[in-house]
Nanobody
Framework: QVQLVESGGGLVQAGGSLRVSCAAS????????MAWFRQAPGKEREFAAA????????MYADSVKGRFTISRDNAKNTVSLQMNSLKPEDTAVYYC???????????????????WGQGTQVTVSS
C-alpha cells in the first residue's frame, strides 16, 4: 500500500503562483508514476499533470500546459506541482495519485492510479 499526503494548497490571486506537494510512504516510491488530478465543485475529477516512474516523461492537460510543472524527488519520496499564472478556473481540490509503473498515454488515465491522497484545496480569486 502507498500512503499519500498532500500539502501546500491555499488562496491566491489570479496571476499568482502556488506549489503543492505530496509525500509518499509505503511501497518503493520509484516504482510508481505520480500524477495530480483536480476536482472543481460540481465537476468530475480531471487529469492535470503526471510524471513517469522513471521521471523521464511528463504529461500535462492542455488547460495547464505551459503554466504548471510537475517534478519528483525519489530520494525524498515527494512529488510537487508548481502552478504559475493561476486562473480562477484552476480553483479545485488537487489530488495526488500513484500508479504502479504507469507509462505512455495511460499517465493521464484516472483508472490507472490505485492510490490517492486526501486532496488539498486551491482557490484562485479573480
Amino acid at each position: 500500500q502507498v500512503q499519500l499526503v498532500e500539502s501546500g494548497g491555499g488562496l491566491v490571486q489570479a496571476g499568482g503562483s502556488l506549489r503543492v506537494s505530496c509525500a509518499a510512504s509505503g511501497r518503493p516510491f520509484s516504482n510508481y508514476a505520480m500524477a495530480w488530478f483536480r476536482q472543481a465543485p460540481g465537476k468530475e475529477r480531471e487529469f492535470a499533470a503526471a510524471i513517469s516512474w522513471s521521471g523521464g516523461r511528463t504529461m500535462y492537460a492542455d488547460s495547464v500546459k505551459g503554466r504548471f510543472t510537475i517534478s519528483r524527488d525519489n530520494a525524498k519520496n515527494t512529488v510537487s506541482l508548481q502552478m504559475n499564472s493561476l486562473k480562477p478556473e484552476d480553483t479545485a481540490v488537487y489530488y495526488c495519485a500513484a500508479g504502479f509503473r504507469v507509462e505512455g498515454p495511460a499517465l493521464a488515465w484516472r483508472s490507472r492510479y490505485a492510490h490517492w491522497g486526501q486532496g488539498t484545496q486551491v482557490t484562485v480569486s479573480s
